[in-house]
């Protein structure tokens, strides 16, 4: 109020740079923060686009380098902070560490603009140019920039609830470019805003759109006061700009998203003169956004700002899903319409507002706001460890590198040198072991890390530590390293009690304090106990081991006889609780005719060919000498076979459970695999129809995997010698021990690399992100080798992957050099132009490029326009279950437009027929 008084009595010179200061305080007040990543001259400044005042990132940030946009593109930047960047070529996490209210929401927005700072012209040299954006110990969002414009703005938002009294922001190196940042921005939140963001749900931006006549593109702070980002849509004709200038508000109470009254003033509806009357708002795609994998949160926001009294009814869809139905937006007032939070599946990233038969009026829209699922699930340290660490690193002045964001969480991030307990899973994690042997440690002993409640082992041996060991009240401290330092005495009472009643191992040797004293803390029997402990371990265990050996080579010499040994007695008392026959090891020799016919050998064991009492063939995995505890692949392919059902996919029968044999029986392929067809020799090859018919079905069992089970399954192994192939040549996924399923309610799974060399994902291999994509690549390699026939490693003359073999064939002469000379030049070459561009598709180094296996499907399909009855009917067998497949989403569309299939089928023979389908999209 003071400030506004003395506005009035400032000469009019002086007007502007008032307005400035008014803005300034302001943004302070209200609690924004604004940072400038690689300011160089560490001054803060005004931004004279926005009015927001940005400060360097000092005192947010250790490490990293600053760097700024090459010179060439120094006066094309958009706004100031694009000039400078902090980039961090060293450390695998470097984390911004922002100051914010437990429990309080905040935006957050980070920006990238590349401008080839370091002249390798990374973003367009045709590699991968990824890196990881963790909000805290969640993962965020990746930041991919692989194609992208040298001066674009890349940026991200999200809306979150701070866990503490500070929030962090890190930058992850994944291995495919050194991870930058360009600017800061934290925006706090009203509590009753976005109500479906807390603890453990964030959400980050896809879109955020305004619609109407808007001269500028981008409305930002002050004309919303939370500095929100909305994009202006500019859609021509037959788009139809509404606008008023009467104030629209939401209702008294109804805050949850407070949008600024001159957004709502305009909207956006579709001309009169058309007979349909939809309006698809699609959120932008790109290389940051794949929106096949997303939960989405769309929110839509109506006001009906017509003069008159109008008759404006329509329902909104998704993906053919009905969200609200008969829906009259309020005349100058605020409806803000969503499902109280709930996350949809939307691969397409499309919303359907559709006329009511009873409605006058078309559809309108004022504004639109779309996010993506960020789940909050890794818990952080306990605080009062983080706390005392933050103490003993600042005591130290410790500089390591990797000693970013939180200690413990995630665990492949936690700081070197810590052991943390993540035993209970509903507990922030405790450190329990600090080991700071010989880093440099200079001064006197850290009170902090005795105040760590869970501390159970310390070692700060070898460093140069000085004057005396403080009064410690230990906790749970067991070992305490404190040798060949600077310390001098007298040692605490309390430490001394514990030590002599045997709750402390002590070591205190090679300090002055032992100059006078020689109990046994300032000698090397703790040392030399350890290493006779550690004989008297190691001579055994090698003993042992020996005879372990011996006992398998006997075991391997005496196999022909073990493998006809009787294990009838050695059957498991407990099942395991799955829909489908258990064999007894009686059962399994009778169908196998005592194990007499092999017909392959893998990594479970050996294939026996075998015939029900019914007379069905059936394939029989065996693996002797093998309990269910032992075998990592055999109960997930139970698990997963009992449960999933599908023409493209192999039938598991049954199984054995004994405890010296497991076995997995399944219907007999005659065929083979596909392996052993396309590199099988020139006795018998497959056309090129054929080809393309396996592959379909191949596509159409990991798509059933993918969209049709609950949770998602994803393969890991998918290779051609797992498409086995039967008598009418149908191919069928088979081996699922290494599948793995996720829940609706995360985008990925961490786990360890697996899989077969040629076949593996590089970004899972990278990350060990886990996602459906990873059997998009994988199929993108058997796609190559049904092509080419050759392996997805050559060998000679020189070692090639073989999506590099392709493209070094294509490049050296032309896409037929790589086909397989048995096909005899009898392919169309459309088609296999086609299926070649899918291949490289599915093996794009980022998932996010990747078409989804739906996709694959469908593009499949065209390829096919000619089959037979049969094989028509085998091969549409899933789809009717899809609703993302194209032909049941054109007939849904139909449907509920109200237009009868004939005046469609005519329509859409004329360039304008389906111009009323405006697309309508944001960043």
């Known amino acids: 109020a003071q400030l506004v008084i003395l506005h009035q009595s400032i000469p009019n010179r002086w007007m502007l740079e008032h307005m400035k200061l008014i803005h300034i305080l302001h943004c302070i007040y209200i609690g924004f923060i604004s940072i400038d990543c690689g300011l160089r001259n560490s001054s803060s400044y005004n931004d004279s686009a926005t009015g927001l005042w940005f400060d360097p990132d000092d005192g947010y940030v250790e490490g990293g380098m600053r760097k700024q946009i090459s010179q060439k593109f120094m006066a094309d930047p958009f706004n100031e902070q694009q000039k400078t960047l902090m980039s961090f070529p060293d450390g695998s996490r470097n984390c911004y560490t922002l100051p914010s209210t437990i429990g309080k929401k905040y935006l957050l927005r980070a920006t990238f603009t590349y401008g080839n700072y370091d002249g390798l012209n990374k973003t367009l040299d045709g590699s991968l140019f990824l890196f990881g954006l963790h909000i805290g110990v969640n993962s965020w969002e990746a930041v991919n920039l692989t ?63 305004r619609f109407g006549n808007v001269a500028d593109s981008i409305t930002r702070y002050p004309t919303d006061n939370y500095d929100r980002i909305w994009e202006s849509d500019s859609t021509s004709y037959p788009g139809v700009i509404l606008s008023t200038t009467n104030k629209v508000e939401s209702l008294p109470g109804n805050n949850f998203f407070n949008i600024p009254s001159v957004i709502m003033q305009n909207a956006l509806t579709v001309d009169m003169n058309f007979s349909r009357s939809r309006i698809i708002i699609t959120p932008p795609e790109g290389p940051n956004i794949d929106t096949k994998n997303m939960q989405l949160l769309p929110i839509f926001h109506f006001a009906e700002i017509n003069g008159s009294n109008p008759n404006r009814r329509f329902d909104i869809y998704s993906a053919g899903e009905l969200l609200f139905s008969d829906f009259s937006p309020s005349r100058f007032q605020v409806d803000s319409m969503h499902q109280n939070g709930r996350f949809l599946r939307n691969p397409n990233a499309s919303f359907l507002l559709n006329k009511t038969v009873s409605s006058t009026l078309k559809p309108l829209i004022n504004a639109f706001e779309s996010y993506s699922l960020v789940r909050m699930d890794n818990l952080t340290t306990d605080s009062e460890d983080v706390n005392y660490m933050k103490e003993v690193k ?18 492949e991030y936690s700081w070197e040198g810590l052991t943390c307990d993540y035993s209970k899973s509903n507990q922030n994690p405790r450190i329990v072991s600090v080991n700071l042997s010989a880093s440099g440690l ?89 290493q006779t402990m550690v004989i008297a371990v190691t001579v ?9 050996l011996m006992c398998i ?124 067809l396309i590199r099988g020799g020139d006795d018998y090859s497959l056309n ?49 021990g290494l599948s ?33 994509k990873t059997d998009v690549y994988s199929f993108g390699i058997v796609l190559l080798e049904i092509i080419t026939s050759q392996p997805p490693v050559l060998m000679e003359p020189q070692t090639f992957h073989l999506p590099n073999w392709v493209r070094h064939k294509i490049a050296m002469g032309n896409i037929h050099d790589i086909v397989d000379k048995r096909l005899l030049d009898q392919y169309d070459a459309n088609s296999l132009q086609s299926v070649v561009d899918l291949a490289m598709n599915c093996v794009e180094n980022a ?63 004329y360039a304008g027929g389906m111009s009323e389908l405006i697309h309508l999209s944001g960043r």
Not at 574 to 582: N, Q
Request: contains cysteine; negative net charge.
């Open 847 to 909: 998932a996010i490029h990747r078409p989804t296996m739906t996709e694959v499907v469908s593009r499949l399909k065209e390829l096919l326009p000619v089959v037979s009855s049969e094989k028509l009917s085998v091969s549409a067998s899933t789809s009717s279950m899809n609703p993302m497949d194209a032909e049941i989403r054109r007939q849904f569309q139909l449907t509920i437009s109200g237009v009868s299939n004939e005046e469609n089928s005519f329509q859409s023979g």
């Open 442 to 530: 200079k001064g006197g002993l850290a009170v902090s890390l005795m105040n760590m409640v869970s501390l159970v082992y310390m070692d700060l041996s070898h460093n140069n530590l000085t004057g005396a060991i403080p009064d410690y009240q230990l906790k749970s401290l067991k070992i305490l390293n404190l040798s060949n330092n600077q310390l001098v005495g007298p040692i605490p009472d309390s430490i001394l009690r514990r030590f002599q009643a045997g709750l402390l191992e002590l070591r205190l040797e090679g300090n002055p304090i032992c100059s006078k004293v020689k109990d046994t803390y300032c000698s090397n029997k703790n040392k030399n106990a350890i």
């Open 540 to 548: 055994p265990v090698v003993l042992v081991s020996l005879i372990v």
């Open 147 to 209: 194609n992208w414009d040298h001066t674009s703005i890349l940026w991200k938002e999200l809306l979150t609830v701070a866990p503490s009294n500070s929030l962090s922001v890190c930058l992850v190196n994944l291995g495919s470019g050194i991870p930058f940042i360009s600017s800061l921005e934290l925006r706090p939140l009203e509590d009753t805003m976005y109500p479906f963001v807390n603890t453990s749900v964030s959400i980050s931006l896809l879109a955020r759109t």
């Open 394 to 411: 600042n005591h130290y002045n410790l500089t390591r590198v990797n000693w970013n964001g939180d200690p413990c969480s995630p665990r």
């Open 688 to 736: 090129w129809e054929q080809r393309l018919h396996i592959a379909l079905d191949a596509a159409q069992g990991l798509e059933y995997l993918h969209e049709s089970c609950t949770p998602s399954i994803v393969h890991r192994d998918v290779k051609t010698p797992n498409i086995l192939l039967d008598k009418n040549l149908v191919g069928i996924i088979s081996d699922f």
């Open 740 to 772: 793995r399923a996720f829940n609706d309610a995360h985008t990925h799974i961490s786990t360890v690399a697996a899989g077969t060399l040629g076949y593996l994902d590089p970004e899972y291999h990278a990350t060990f992100q886990l996602t459906v």
């Open 553 to 676: 080579i006997w075991k391997l010499c005496w196999k022909g006889k073990s493998d006809h040994e009787d294990y009838a007695m050695y059957e498991e008392e407990t099942s395991l609780h799955v829909d489908i026959r258990r064999f007894t090891y009686v059962e399994l020799k009778l169908i196998t005719n005592d194990f007499q016919s092999i017909i392959g050998k893998g990594g479970f064991g050996i294939v026996y060919h075998g015939k029900l009492e019914n007379g069905d063939e059936v394939a029989v995995k065996v693996l002797m000498e093998t309990s269910i505890e032992d075998s990592t692949d055999f109960l997930p392919e139970v698990q997963t076979l009992s449960k999933v059902h599908h023409k493209n996919l192999v039938t598991l029968k049954g199984y054995c459970q004994n405890k010296k044999c497991l076995a997995l029986i399944y219907d007999f392929m005659s065929r083979g695999n596909l392996q052993q």
